[in-house]
Each structure stands twice: as C-alpha cells, then as structure tokens.
C-alpha cells in the first residue's frame, strides 16, 4: 500500500479518562477511578505505534500538568506528537469513565480538546499521511468540527485514505440531525467508516437493519464500512457496497471493554496497508480487540504485529 512517513495521522481528542476500577452497572455507583491517557484518535495511533507503524497526532490540551502528563503518555507509545497544541485559555478535557463488559457510561468535560485549528493541520503534514482519522467525538464541537471536515477533504486530495469512528452520542452531540449532516460532510471524502450496533441506533435515533445502515452510509459517500457486533463478529462493506463480508466471532472472557474499538481499527487499518484483503482486515482487528479485551488498561507497549494474522 502507500509508503508515506506516516501511517496514520489521527486528528482529535486527546484528554484524561479517569475510569472505574471496579465493574459498575454506571457511574452511579463507580466510587474510585484510576487515571489514564484517553481519546480515541489518541489511543488509535498509540495502538497503531504498538503494531509498529509511524503515527501522528493532531489534538489540542490545555497548558497545565495534565496536559503535560498527557502528551508525555502519548510520546512514551511512538507517537509523533509534534502536532498537538497547547491552549493558554481552556483546560485539559476530561471523561468520567464506567469499568462495565458492555458500553461504558461516560461523562465528558469538554474544554481543550475541542479548540483544534486549520492551521494545526497541514497540507504538508497530509502529503506524509496514509490514513487521515477522527471520530464524532472530536466532530461535535466547533472549532474543531470546521476544521477537521475542511481537512478531509484536503487530505482526499493529498491522496489519504480518510477515516472514520463514527462513535456518535447523544449526551456529546444533542443535535442529531446536525449531527447527521456533518458525518456526512466528511464520509462524502470517500472514508472508511467504523461504528458498532450501538453507534448506528444512536446516530440514527432508531433500530435500523445492518443493511440498512450500511447502505445508509454508502450513500453518504463512504466507501468501506465496518459494522461490528461484539461477540458476534463483524461486517465489512467495500468498494461502495459492491463487496460484502461477514466474520464471525468467538467467545472471550471480558475484562476491560473500554478501548476495544481502537484496537480493533487499529488492527484493521494495519492489516489493510499490508495489502490485506477486508476479510483478513477484520480478523486482524478482532485478534487485537482480543488481546484488549482481556488486558485491564491500554495495550502493552509493543505489540507483535504476527497477532493480526493469526489464525
């Protein structure tokens, strides 16, 4: 596949998860948390730099010592973090975080990491850049929103592969159809999309068919979908539709859920710049999701890249 500098350029929230140490039903009754770097763009390409790829993140925290701490979690893992800026007005964000085996419950406190800038993304920087990453997250507030979707479409035009975790909430996003329009905005750059059943009912304010979320992101202009279902594996829509791939799944004892999804990507957009084709992509990312699910906290510091493709 491309051999840019930077497999991955991950543009969004970078910002502290203070998570449960204890499984709770939500954080109604979580009484203790443990601190940890969080933000999914940040932990795809901490993931991704555990598999052995040049990363970088483009994100924004405040200038104070959890800030610091922070970024100096980001460089341990192999991330570039030369892009992340500093704001002298908006703290760090924050996210109270459930330990749970199913979907956490969460609490964010968005300040920092919402302030991203144009200028904090380069046409450069994209010329370097195989895969250009976000999430709704990080979509959801401005300035940010403006300037990541006006990125995409720069970054389709440096020859990226633009790339999606559509992991829309509500109590993040209230505006749904909002909501809707600019994951549209940016799916229409040509981006493969990842969500969860979850994510797709919540977009969409309803029980849709996997089909007709697919679809329904097809014709918003993404052109490979992955739709996962826990347990129950995962679908990879490509080539705009015209090829579809069902993987199955197989049991694991559950430790810690949070952070599944970026593993899970993070071994599929490897797998895909080694030549893979969806099907082994998808199963590259459900053997990394494994290995997440049953390790308490983030990955270990290197991961062997020979897990995606075993058998």
């Known amino acids: 596949m491309m051999n840019r500098k930077y497999a991955l350029v991950a543009v969004g929230e970078l910002l502290a998860d203070l998570i449960g140490t204890e499984f709770t039903q939500n954080l109604s009754d979580t009484e203790i948390f443990r601190r940890f770097q969080g933000g999914s763009p940040a932990n795809l390409a901490a993931n991704m730099a555990r598999l052995g790829n040049n990363t970088a993140l483009v994100a924004c925290v405040g200038n104070d010592n959890v800030g610091a701490y922070l970024v100096e979690k980001v460089a341990e893992t192999g991330v570039d973090t030369t892009f992340i800026a500093q704001d002298t007005s908006a703290p760090t964000s924050i996210v109270l975080v459930s330990r749970t085996k199913g979907t956490p419950d969460f609490i964010a406190y968005r300040t920092a990491d919402r302030m991203i800038q144009s200028e904090h993304i380069s046409d450069d920087l994209l010329q370097n850049a195989s895969f250009f990453h976000t999430t709704c997250f990080a979509l959801s507030q401005e ?45 229409q750059n040509g981006a493969f999309v990842k969500l969860s059943e979850d994510d797709a009912e919540r977009i969409f304010g309803e029980a849709l068919t996997n089909e007709e979320v697919i679809a329904a992101f097809h014709e918003m202009g993404a052109k490979l979908v992955c739709l996962t279902l826990g347990g129950k594996g995962s679908i990879v829509s490509s080539n705009y539709g015209k090829d579809c791939v069902e993987i199955a799944g197989r049991p694991i004892e559950v430790k810690d859920a949070t952070g599944a999804g970026d593993s899970y990507w993070a071994g599929f957009l490897t797998a895909w710049l080694d030549g893979k084709s969806p099907a082994e992509c998808a199963q590259a990312g459900a053997n990394i999701a494994a290995l997440k699910i049953s390790t308490i906290g983030p990955l270990p510091a290197k991961v062997d890249k020979a897990i995606l493709y075993n058998p």
């Open 143 to 187: 300035p940010a929103q403006t300037a990541i979707v006006e990125a995409a479409s720069r970054a389709q035009t440096a020859g990226c592969i633009v790339s999606l975790d559509a992991n829309y909430a509500p109590s993040i996003w209230p505006d749904r159809s909002q909501a809707q329009q600019v994951i549209r905005n940016y799916c």
